[in-house]
């Protein structure tokens, strides 16, 4: 952390440097994409990414036996009218 030049505020390091305090690292993670598997009795399905990456496009299909029901619980559906959707 550089104090020397700034006052009241944060300056970022190189991580590589040492540091006393703390530094920003990049995250190791995948982007979000759609879970491809067969989905079991009370299953959460999540979209992918959630919260975040809101408008990742994602089709799930959900199929059940001969004379079985489907029932779909909306747990939390956050829609910006330009671009998320949920069809049913």
Known sequence: M??????????????SSQQSV??????????????????????IIYSPGFPFYASSPCYFLLSVDAG???EIEILLLEANYCCDSLIL
């Open 22 to 43: 703390a530094c920003i690292r990049k995250q190791n993670y995948s982007s979000p994409s759609c879970s491809v598997r067969p989905w079991k009795k009370g299953q």
């Open 68 to 70: 079985k029901t489907v």
């Open 2 to 15: 550089d104090t020397e030049v700034t006052t009241d505020h944060w300056a970022n390091a190189d991580c």
